[in-house]
């Protein structure tokens, strides 16, 4: 069936580039998302990416995509302690499901 | 705009009994969806509700239900509460449905069963 993976954690110095990566299975997907979920909260719709696109830059956050490889990663640049959180990729399924496909999450932590 | 509330934050429960939680859409939002999330096993999809219509639904046994009213608010009830039970469950809202990815997540309620 259709999965999605991602690291479980990432360590990045604050100041530095976090890059978290996901791969995924379904070569059909339309779109694919990145969502952050902070401590104690709900999950936060960040960016997201058409799967006909390679690139999407939003302030400090890049989104890039390999379709050949099935590929996406989520770069933030400047980290700073308010990214602290987990950061889900999730892809919707291009099948005519009517739900999204989600990873594990990633949580990034922050060294000072 | 007002957000996704659910009800109640946190709630304890002992095994064997049930629990009813509850979701209020963001206003015009049609879709509700309900996760279960657990530190082993991710965010898990329970199912999702358009138009009050169960229109998909996730690999959880007949213990999970739910149903979504006329005004788009809905609940979710799980019986026979197991100690693996014990979970962030999470609503989300959107428009026209999970398939289109703009989710709008509850801050969650959290269910612990002794």
């Known amino acids: 069936g259709e999965d999605v993976e991602q690291s479980l954690f990432l360590s990045v110095r604050e100041g530095d580039s976090s890059v978290i990566n996901c791969t995924y299975t379904?070569?059909?997907?339309?779109?694919l998302y990145w969502y952050k979920q902070e401590p104690g909260a709900g999950l936060q719709l960040l960016t997201y990416?058409?799967?006909n696109m390679d690139m999407k830059q939003d302030q400090r956050l890049t989104v890039l995509l390999n379709k050949k490889d099935k590929h996406l990663s989520l770069r933030i640049a400047d980290t700073q302690t308010g990214d602290s959180a987990i950061y889900f990729c999730?892809?919707?399924?291009?099948?005519?499901?009517?739900?999204?496909?989600w990873g594990a999450g990633t949580k990034l932590i922050i060294k000072p | 705009k007002a957000g996704v509330t659910q009800t109640p934050r946190y709630l304890i429960k002992t095994r064997g009994q049930q629990v009813t939680l509850s979701c209020s859409p963001i206003?015009?939002?049609?879709?509700v969806s309900w996760y279960q999330q657990t530190p082993g096993q991710g965010l898990q999809f329970l199912f999702e509700?358009?138009?009050?219509?169960?229109?998909n639904k996730g690999n959880f046994p007949g213990r999970f239900s739910g149903r979504q009213f006329s005004n788009s608010r809905s609940e979710m009830n799980v019986s026979t509460l197991e100690l693996g039970d014990s979970a962030l469950y999470l609503c989300?809202?959107?428009?026209?449905?999970?398939?289109?990815?703009?989710?709008?997540f509850g801050e969650g309620s959290r269910l612990t069963v002794l």
């Open positions: 989300a809202s959107s428009f026209s449905g999970t398939n289109t990815g703009e989710l709008f």
């Open positions: 206003s015009g939002h049609r879709s």
């Open positions: 509700y358009f138009s009050e219509t169960q229109r």
């Open positions: 379904d070569s059909s997907s339309t779109y």
């Open positions: 990416i058409f799967s």
């Open positions: 999730a892809e919707s399924g291009g099948s005519g499901n009517y739900q999204l496909i």
